[in-house]
């Protein structure tokens, strides 16, 4: 299933891939190799472990902020949480992009007043660039190699970062390289001086371990999602990965990432499908708020 479902590269409807599938009406249910003798019962109450589930999903840089509010609410960093190192990063992007929104609007006084998407947008870049830079921090802070990456960030974006960049207003991406430094500098503070009652952790700029491809530094990566230079695809700091460039979904730019941790860890078929149908709905109102800031009729989608 796996290398069937990478394989395709192009809209395929489902019944297509060439797998044993038995698709139920109206698309409610799929059965996979009916025919096979093989239950699982994992995820059922009671039966085996439960489901360990990651879900990806695409939003707008608009809607960005909104979304990742509703995830905050979902992965709190709770005691006896999963990944608490990550959700307490994601606690803190909505701070950091709030002094990344107000050095910018500090500079922009005596300019025209900027339309709500584009600070919405950069709100939300400011959020996906700090939980993608400060995972890289994290890792690097260890004296060794441990653990895997991903883990330190909730939302783990699947498209290259300067891609990501890119989609901003270009007044926007000039600031964001002008204040580069000044930035990096305000994500060193919250990673040495993490508010959470954990060991201050250095911020180690030259700091650089291969994981998939050519070694990138902690600095060159956070450089490079502020200046758009160099290009640093995600799996040489986030190992091998499937990238997915952003694009085009019903009009808005749509920005993929993989979301590492919510809920529980385990999951029933139960909380699966609660889970989707927020993550659904999220994405659904991030997309029709990016659209109504861009001036066009936000229509519902008619697609899956």
Do not use: C
């Not at 290009?231 to 091998?240: R, T």
Request: overall charge negative.
């Amino acid at each position: 299933m796996r290398e069937a479902f990478y394989r395709e590269t192009e809209k395929i409807p489902l019944a297509d891939l060439g797998l044993e599938l038995e698709i139920l009406p109206a698309g409610q249910d799929a059965r996979i190799a009916p025919d096979l003798d093989f239950p699982n019962y994992a995820g059922a109450p009671g039966l085996g472990d439960g489901l360990f589930v990651h879900y990806s999903v695409g939003v707008p840089l608009a809607g960005m902020p909104m979304f990742l509010d509703h995830l905050r609410g979902a992965a709190p960093n709770a005691p006896g949480a999963p990944l608490p190192r990550a959700r307490f990063r994601l606690s803190q992007s909505r701070a950091f992009a709030g002094q990344v929104v107000a050095l910018y609007e500090r500079g922009q006084e005596s300019a025209r007043k900027r339309k709500r998407l584009e600070t919405d947008a950069l709100d939300g870049y400011s959020q996906l660039f700090f939980t993608q830079v400060a995972a890289r921090a994290d890792y690097l802070a260890q004296e060794a190699d441990e653990g895997q990456i991903k883990n330190l960030t909730v939302v783990l974006s699947r498209s290259q970062l300067t891609d990501v960049r890119a989609l901003l207003d270009p007044g926007f991406q000039d600031f964001l390289r002008d204040n580069s430094e000044v930035i990096v500098d305000m994500l060193a503070q919250f990673q040495e001086d993490p508010g959470d009652g954990s060991a201050n952790l250095e911020f180690r700029d030259d700091a650089t371990r291969e994981i998939d491809g050519l070694p990138v530094s902690l600095l060159t990566f956070a450089e490079s999602t502020l200046k758009g230079v160099p290009q640093v695809p995600q799996q040489s700091v986030f190992s091998g990965m499937n990238q997915i460039d952003p694009h085009e979904e019903e009009g808005a730019m749509m920005v993929p990432f993989e979301i590492r941790t919510m809920g529980s860890l385990m999951k029933t078929w139960d909380e699966l499908k609660t889970e989707l149908r927020d993550l659904a709905g999220w994405a659904e109102e991030a997309y029709r708020h990016d659209r109504a800031l861009a001036g066009d009729t936000a229509r519902r989608r008619s697609g899956s």
